[in-house]
């Protein structure tokens, strides 16, 4: 079955300081995509970082960089110099393979990360 | 500015009636997709569309209706045998109906039951 596995539900960070949120995933696709998600209070979902299986190389988007470990099947988030404005549900998804699953996502649980002054 | 619209931001309904939430995109995207958030929760897929006049249902589709007569157009009803309507749901968008891009979300609408 494919599915995405957030195991911290909820993590406190200091200001200026990295954290990394974990993700694993479950698929026998040979092609899929992972993505990161932000959640605010307000509720939008504002789409962070890509990887593709296929990516040689771990995707960096600013502050935002994924650990992508194929073999572990685990996409991991880290955020560099954390601000209190990253404080917000992160959510992991996944895309399964290119052809005939009509390009939706599979998502994780969530994890809520606040940041401290 | 191109992105997606969804309206009302809160709804209510009352026992047996129907309510139609609206989503509309300008970014000129095949894909269109309706998500629902319980709290806590991550989404789940309620139905989606690769292109106009065709739709699939996702993994929790019993009780909702949708329609794609438009390209920028995917309301969600949501009907009377929905017996747990009171939900955050979203709505999204991507430009390709196959690949990996990703997708974008509106700003959502709070479903709550009077």
């Known amino acids: 079955a494919q599915k995405i596995t957030q195991t911290q539900p909820g993590m406190f960070v200091q200001e200026k300081e990295a954290v990394t949120l974990d993700c694993t995933y479950d698929?026998?696709?040979?092609?899929?995509?992972l993505f990161w998600y932000k959640q605010p209070s307000s509720g939008e979902m504002i789409f962070l970082i890509y990887?593709?299986?296929?990516?040689?190389q771990n995707a960096t988007e600013g502050r935002y960089s994924l650990n992508f470990q194929k073999a572990r099947k685990s996409a991991n988030l880290v955020i560099s110099a954390s601000q209190l404005g990253d404080s917000a549900m992160y959510f992991c998804?996944?895309?399964?393979?290119?052809?005939?699953?009509?390009?939706?996502?599979?998502f994780g649980q969530g994890t809520e990360l606040s940041v401290k002054p | 500015d191109g992105g997606i619209t969804q309206s009302p931001k809160y709804l209510f309904r009352k026992e047996g009636q129907n309510v139609t939430l609206s989503c509309e995109q300008n970014?000129?995207?095949?894909?269109m997709y309706w998500y629902r958030q319980d709290p806590g929760q991550g989404l789940r897929l309620i139905y989606y569309?690769?292109?106009?006049?065709?739709?699939q249902k996702g993994d929790i589709a019993e009780g909702y209706s949708v329609s794609r007569e438009k390209k920028e157009s995917f309301p969600l009803t949501v009907t009377s045998a929905q017996k747990n309507p009171t939900a955050f749901y979203l709505c999204?968008?991507?430009?390709?109906?196959?690949?990996?891009?990703?997708?974008?979300f509106g700003d959502g609408t709070r479903l709550s039951i009077l």
């Open positions: 999204a968008s991507k430009m390709e109906r196959q690949g990996h891009q990703p997708q974008h």
């Open positions: 990887q593709g299986s296929y990516d040689q």
């Open positions: 698929t026998s696709d040979p092609s899929y995509g």
């Open positions: 569309s690769q292109i106009v006049n065709d739709f």
């Open positions: 970014l000129n995207h095949d894909a």
């Open positions: 998804a996944m895309s399964p393979q290119i052809y005939n699953q009509g390009g939706k996502l599979i």
